[in-house]
């Protein structure tokens, strides 16, 4: 990414590079079963529906993981889409930078339903363009001792996405 200067010359290569913004979006496509009660899970992320301008993502290897290689501002978005249960007493939804939370986070009580929960969370986040890397969590809890599940349909997933802000 470039910074213009006073006075520089605007040239297609310089709206190219800065136009040329990396972005990205990852869609659930299997979903995540046996999420241990009252437990910090980060969403996993595979081959489904990926996009990745600048390769930030790996499906094979730390699956959860967005690691930006350009340093700077980055907003991102996401969704955290659950199968609901009768005896969950909150769930919560959140960002986290190297494995820190980061608020703002989603938090609800849901009443005594079974229906798909979808909890949004969206935050800007500085990473330093080499060991810096952001996740999607949840957090299910339940008066019982069930596990919970993402759910994936073609309606409900959930999702991480970004777009590089600027430099800093």
């Known amino acids: 990414m470039t910074n213009f200067v006073t006075g520089q010359r605007l040239t297609a290569d310089l709206l190219n590079d800065n136009l040329g913004r990396p972005a990205g979006r990852l869609r659930q496509g299997t979903a995540q079963t046996g999420v241990v009660n009252s437990t910090a899970t980060a969403i996993t992320f595979t081959a489904s529906d990926e996009i990745d301008t600048d390769g930030f993502h790996s ?40 494995g820190s939370a980061l608020a703002p986070a989603h938090r609800i009580t849901p009443n005594t339903s079974s229906q798909t929960l979808v909890l949004p969370v969206s ?3 500085q990473c330093n ?15 019982g001792a069930g596990t919970s599940s993402t759910v994936v349909s073609a309606q409900f997933a959930c999702v991480l996405e970004w777009l590089f802000a600027r430099t800093l």
């Open 123 to 125: 935050a800007l986040i």
């Open 129 to 143: 363009g080499s060991t810096d890397y952001f996740e999607i969590f949840y957090v299910a809890t339940r008066s």
């Open 59 to 98: 499906t094979s290897v730390n699956t959860s993981r967005v690691t930006p290689t350009v340093a700077g501002l980055y907003q991102v978005q996401g969704g955290v889409a659950i199968g609901g249960a009768t005896d969950f007493t909150a769930v919560q939804a959140y960002l986290a930078l190297n």
